[in-house]
């Protein structure tokens, strides 16, 4: 029973070890003890590190480019005013594609949520959604007509490249 106190008092010095060399009374305890002290070394070079992880989130933020503006914004128009411009639009790109779209709704909300467009209307199988070309804000429209698994899409713009890249975008959002 002595001995139960003599190595728990044995064991707390080896632990608290503030004298460096006080090891060496406890007997095989104190060499185990005496590897502990490099530990607060690796304290300070986790200091270092919380200092090195603060410094590279400032130059990644600044090395990375900043986020890409969206190609589209909302454009707030009626379905009459959709066609009144549609005409006057010189550019059309068509895509036809299979789709995982199983309801115009799903069309809608797809289009809403990756081109950044304005649903205008459902009608039946057919969706018209309308954006506006950031930053010069020229109109572009978007005509969809699904019969699943398939969906046909129209993009009605004046820039021919910016009707590519939203047909484009249109393949991606509804796959």
């Known amino acids: 029973a002595a001995e139960k106190p003599a190595?728990?008092?044995?064991a707390a010095m080896d632990l608290l070890d503030l004298d460096g060399g006080g090891g060496g009374n406890g007997n095989g305890a104190?060499?185990?003890?005496?590897?502990?002290?490099?530990?607060?070394?690796?304290?300070?070079?986790?200091?270092?590190?919380?200092?090195?992880?603060a410094s590279p989130p400032s130059p990644s933020p600044a090395a990375a480019p900043p986020p890409a503006q969206p190609l589209l914004a909302p454009l707030q128009v009626t379905t009459a005013q959709v066609?009144?411009?549609?005409g006057s639009l010189a550019a059309e790109q068509k895509v036809s594609m299979q789709t995982?779209?199983?309801?115009?709704?799903?069309?809608?909300?797809?289009?809403?949520?990756?081109?950044?467009?304005?649903?205008?209307?459902?009608i039946g199988m057919?969706?018209?959604?309308?954006?506006?070309?950031?930053?010069?804000?020229?109109?572009?429209?978007?005509?969809?007509?699904?019969?699943?698994?398939?969906?046909d899409i129209l993009v009605r713009t004046q820039d021919p490249g910016v009707a590519q890249r939203v047909a484009e975008l249109c393949q991606r959002a509804l796959a």
């Open 7 to 10: 190595n728990s008092g044995g």
């Open 30 to 53: 104190a060499p185990a003890a005496a590897p502990s002290p490099p530990a607060p070394s690796a304290g300070d070079d986790l200091m270092l590190l919380d200092m090195g992880d």
């Open 100 to 122: 995982s779209c199983a309801s115009c709704q799903d069309l809608m909300t797809r289009l809403e949520g990756g081109l950044n467009v304005h649903p205008v209307e459902i």
């Open 83 to 86: 066609g009144s411009m549609w």
């Open 126 to 151: 057919e969706g018209i959604a309308a954006g506006q070309v950031a930053p010069a804000g020229a109109p572009c429209f978007l005509h969809g007509k699904l019969a699943p698994p398939r969906i």
